[in-house]
């Protein structure tokens, strides 16, 4: 599932589209060279025709990159917010030249990192597991947050989202750049049993795979079960439930945009097309239609 290069992913993206947004789902900045990702973001937003790449910089909750790249395991905060740092200070340059100084790599001195985006600057998202620190991380820095939810009641993560609200108040953060955005596992199909049917084998696939890894138990269906039901976390059934439980979340969370992770342990392409157009022309009418009769 994971990519190991997001911006090469996202340039072949750009040239196969026009109009859509691009974004990762998540850049692991704290052990990859925030200078390379924003170089090759940059690259993407000029193949793109400028203005519809994204950056969304996480730390990640996978940790193989830590060996596999020579980086510490106790240092993960502090790799984090310091590349952080180094990420926000090139794409808020005036110019092409950049001086940055911290501990875990070495300092620019009036470097040039190039290209730059076509508008100047690319937006930057952080993204979460649901940390209360991330929260407060963002709201400091003004930065809009991206919630990756993954398992339990999604709900639960609205008091992180005040918290990040709160944190982008008290820093005098107010504008339109304080946002949030929800990611869940999810797939929608013409019923809910179809749906159910689809998804299963992928994600059983991908917690037997992860399991090995990670020494996780055998995957269990009542869970999945469970967790494609209101309240759970996986957004899977047919275009009305879906959209529900999206208006239902932003009651809780405010939030403007919501991804749907549904390509997980290799679905069918015909499953994933046909769940992307429902999105679309179904759910989202559906959503809109829902809020503006609140």
Do not use: C
């Not at 090469?8 to 109009?19: C, D, E, G, L, N």
């Not at 998540?26 to 925030?34: C, K, L, M, Q, V």
Request: no cysteine; glycine share 10%.
């Amino acid at each position: 599932m994971p990519a190991s290069s997001p911006g090469s992913v996202i340039a072949a993206a750009a040239a196969a589209t026009k109009q859509i947004k691009l974004g990762s789902g998540a850049s692991i900045i704290s052990t990859d060279d925030p200078v390379r990702v924003f170089q090759q973001f940059a690259i993407a937003d000029a193949v793109s025709g400028g203005g519809r790449v994204e950056i969304t910089a996480g730390r990640g909750s996978s940790v193989e990159t830590f060996p596999l790249f020579g980086y510490d395991l106790n240092d993960y905060d502090r790799l984090y917010a310091e590349k952080l740092d180094l990420l926000m200070t090139i794409n808020n340059s005036k110019t092409e030249n950049v001086t940055w100084s911290g501990t875990v790599r070495p300092s620019l001195d009036e470097l040039a990192v190039v290209p730059r985006p076509v508008n100047g600057s690319l937006p930057v998202w952080v993204a979460t597991g649901g940390s209360a620190p991330s929260s407060v991380r963002a709201g400091k820095l003004g930065l809009p947050i991206s919630y990756g939810i993954i398992g339990g009641a999604p709900a639960r993560f609205a008091p992180l989202a005040d918290l990040y609200r709160a944190s982008a108040a008290q820093a005098g953060h107010t504008g339109g750049n304080i946002k949030v955005s929800v990611a869940t596992l999810g797939l929608i199909a013409p019923t809910k049993k179809e749906a159910l049917e689809r998804f299963y084998p992928g994600w059983y696939n991908l917690n037997i795979v992860m399991g090995k890894l990670r020494g996780w138990p055998a995957p269990d269906k009542r869970q999945f079960l469970a967790q494609a039901d209101f309240p759970g976390a996986y957004y899977v059934g047919d275009p009305d439930e879906i959209a529900q439980r999206i208006v239902d979340l932003h009651g809780h969370m405010g939030h403007m945009r919501h991804f749907l992770q549904m390509d997980i342990g290799g679905l069918p392409q015909e499953h994933f097309l046909e769940s992307l157009i429902l999105l679309a022309t179904e759910v989202k009418p559906r959503v809109e239609r829902l809020l503006a009769g609140k």
